[in-house]
């Protein structure tokens, strides 16, 4: 069992910048991809931007440019840094992690709690 610890939401105003950060605990599970995801209400949950172990990004269309998601192996943690907020970027943001156990190295997937992130205009 991996847990997802999730920091740094907030209230922004438009234009404004904040940071997430999710720590994973450490376990038997090697995490491939990290990626951060967000759920608008009534909206389904989307893609925001996934890194692998090895550094490759990827980022939905909507936030390339404004957003730039790293990682921390040693650590296993992933930042997300938001630039230039946007109103429509108003969300829960969810960590995830990706992996296999080391043991029989079987996939599966985590997710952290949720941390809130309000753009105003």
């Known amino acids: 069992q991996v847990q997802l610890v999730e920091s740094g939401g907030g209230s922004v105003q438009a234009g404004g910048s904040l940071r997430l950060s999710c720590a994973a605990s450490?376990?038997?599970?090697?995490?491939?991809?990290m990626g951060w995801y967000r759920q608008a209400p009534g909206k389904q949950r989307e893609l925001v931007a996934t890194?692998?172990?090895?550094?490759?990004?990827n980022y939905a269309d909507s936030v390339a440019g404004r957003f730039t998601i790293s990682r921390d192996n040693a650590k296993n943690t992933a930042l997300l840094q938001m630039n230039s907020l946007k109103p429509e970027d108003t969300a829960v943001y969810y960590c995830?992690?990706?992996?296999?156990?080391?043991?029989?190295?079987?996939?599966?997937?985590?997710w952290g709690q949720g941390t809130q992130v309000t753009v105003s205009s």
């Open positions: 450490r376990s038997s599970f090697r995490i491939n991809v």
């Open positions: 890194i692998t172990s090895l550094g490759r990004t």
């Open positions: 995830n992690a990706a992996g296999v156990t080391l043991l029989t190295f079987t996939p599966a997937d985590y």
